[in-house]
């Protein structure tokens, strides 16, 4: 099992920036296809970005299209959200999570793909 903790959560004003981090440790993540989910008040969690292992096909929801970049650094063992243009509607505690059975590839956005989860980080965009 792959243990996964995000950093980089806070308070930021309307169209501003967040970069968060989601550090693995334990097997190495390299080979698993790596996604961001958020959880607002009230609301099931949602699916926000993925990446693959090797090819580095990316997906992202609607929502978040042009302003939410995902990345990784798999000799770090850290994935990474760039967050830009923040709205209000983006406040959420962040999951990052890991397709451990997977092969690598992004395989869809439901939750329950993924095995691997972090606490969370919490996002507050205010006006």
């Known amino acids: 099992q792959v243990l996964l903790v995000e950093s980089g959560g806070g308070l930021v004003q309307a169209g501003g920036s967040l970069r968060l981090s989601c550090a693995a440790s334990?097997?190495?993540?390299?080979?698993?296809?790596m996604g961001w989910f958020r959880q607002a008040p009230g609301k099931e969690r949602e699916f926000v970005a993925a990446?693959?292992?090797?090819?580095?096909?990316?997906d992202y929801a609607d929502s978040v299209k042009g302003r939410f970049t995902i990345s990784r650094d798999n000799a770090k063992n850290i994935i990474y959200l760039q967050m830009n243009s923040l709205k209000l509607e983006d406040t959420a505690v962040y999951y990052c999570?890991?397709?451990?059975?997977?092969?690598?590839?992004?395989?869809?956005?439901?939750?329950?793909?993924?095995?691997?989860w972090g606490r969370g980080t919490q996002v507050t965009v205010s006006s």
């Open positions: 334990g097997p190495t993540i390299s080979r698993y296809s």
């Open positions: 990446r693959s292992w090797s090819r580095g096909y990316t």
């Open positions: 999570a890991a397709d451990t059975r997977g092969f690598g590839e992004v395989r869809g956005t439901s939750t329950t793909l993924y095995d691997s």
